[in-house]
């Protein structure tokens, strides 16, 4: 369907529907309203045995949990071999007054076709001794948001929701969110792509994007309609052939590879590294419900209200939860656990309380277990939500930070301290 007679059909649905909804529904922002609930143990087998040995999780519990995650809520990770990877260069210059280089490269995924196409934006610290960490993060606007350089290459994507009345979105307007001499400066790589490269950013029967390419393996693999790869699968997956890419770029350490995302892009961060062992770690920036909050808290955004607005991001299977979460086989403390003993941070804002920091909070708790048993400090002993401004923990590190749902420079210092001492000193 084209996009201009998607949105005439769409528009007066849309208002009257969440018209409606807005009024029948109301978030709850009140704590003594969320109730009790049990979460489940991370180190309990469906079978109920318990896991007491870091190969009774390596070779048991954590593919189990994988494939329930994948079955009920994101949709089944499609492999690499749906794609047929290309990538050309397409620039090359040095920015930052010689300190930095940066280049635009696109990565046909199905060559030699020239679409779908990621175009990726990558950052080089310009003097290192040696193959460098890096940081891949996706960008919701495209490309030329992240800087005013009139030379960054303005992604086409006819199907893309991101736009300023239709047109690409200006160069530079989310370039606070972006600290990108400061991420080279402290010796880091920074590559972006525009999510809705990989899969444009609405409901069309996963038609469009990657999906064409991984329907074959799903026709062939007989996956169930209800649990195929649903948006925020096929973001993860277009950022895993970012990473096949990045692997192979010799300023790159390939085993130093980080994913980070923020809100819906934290979300994917979060189960791009779940499914992808490869990255080094993940960054979570004010991810929320469906990504770092408990589902079970229901406090802000609830599954519920994601079904009503959101849906593709998940399976069509998810929805079958949403009348009561508590019967989800699983909560989000258990996402973040199938990234152990990888390094992640989860980021809160004070001001972001549609994506629950508490919950956000609770969940990187909820996943030390698995830490420790696999032999890392976790989150380091750390048993309440810290103040402001305060990061706190280990191998699993949090913070919340006043302000609002943003990236911050704030956040990024905090980041690359984490990195420094989790990722690259490794
Ligand atoms: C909405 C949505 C969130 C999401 C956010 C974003 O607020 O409800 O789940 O994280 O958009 O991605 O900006």
Not at 362 to 388: F, K
Request: aromatic share 10%.
């Amino acid at each position: 369907m084209k996009k201009t007679s998607f949105l005439f059909a769409a528009l007066p649905a849309a208002v009257l529907f969440f018209g409606f909804t807005a009024l029948a529904w109301e978030a709850n922002y009140d704590e003594s309203r969320v109730g009790t609930f049990d979460l489940p143990d991370p180190l309990v087998c469906a079978d109920g045995t318990p896991v007491t040995t870091p190969e009774e999780w390596t070779q048991k519990r954590r593919g189990e949990l994988w494939e329930l995650f994948q079955n009920n809520m994101y949709g089944v990770m499609p492999p690499k071999q749906c794609a047929h990877l290309e990538s050309e260069l397409l620039a090359e210059k040095s920015v930052f007054g010689g300190k930095a280089v940066q280049r635009q490269v696109v990565l046909y995924l199905n060559a030699p076709e020239e679409t779908p196409r990621m175009n990726l934006l990558i950052y080089l610290p310009a003097n290192a001794q040696g193959p460098v960490p890096a940081i891949l993060a996706p960008n919701f606007m495209g490309n030329q948001t992240v800087s005013e350089d009139p030379d960054i290459i303005v992604p086409e994507v006819p199907d893309a929701t991101r736009t300023e009345s239709g047109e690409p979105a200006g160069r530079g307007v989310k370039k606070s969110r972006w600290a990108v001499e400061k991420i080279t400066d402290r010796g880091y790589a920074l590559v972006t792509v525009y999510y809705e490269e990989i899969d444009p950013d609405y409901d069309d029967h996963r038609q469009n994007g990657v999906h064409p390419l991984l329907r074959a393996w799903e026709d062939k693999n007989n996956i169930p309609t209800e649990s195929r790869a649903a948006t925020i699968t096929a973001w993860a997956w277009g950022l895993s052939r970012a990473l096949d890419y990045l692997q192979t770029v010799p300023q790159i350490d390939p085993a130093k590879v980080t994913v980070m995302g923020h809100s819906r892009l934290g979300k994917t961060a979060l189960w791009t590294a779940a499914c992808d062992q490869r990255f080094a770690a993940s960054i979570s920036n004010d991810s929320g419900c469906g990504g770092a909050a408990l589902t079970r808290r229901e406090f802000g955004e609830t599954i519920a209200s994601m079904d009503r607005s959101l849906w593709w991001w998940f399976c069509p299977k998810y929805s079958t939860y949403v009348p009561d979460p508590n019967r989800l086989p699983f909560d989000q403390h258990e996402l973040i656990a199938l990234i152990a003993p990888r390094p992640v941070y989860i980021a809160s804002a004070a001001e972001d309380r549609w994506a629950d920091p508490k919950g956000e909070f609770l969940s990187a708790l909820g996943a030390d277990p698995v830490y420790r048993l696999l032999g890392t400090d976790g989150i380091a002993g750390v048993t309440e939500q810290p103040p402001l401004d305060t990061p706190v923990g280990g191998t699993i590190h949090y913070h919340i930070r006043t302000g609002k749902h943003d990236v911050t420079d704030y956040d990024w210092d905090q980041y690359l301290d984490f990195l420094d001492k989790y990722v690259r000193g490794k």
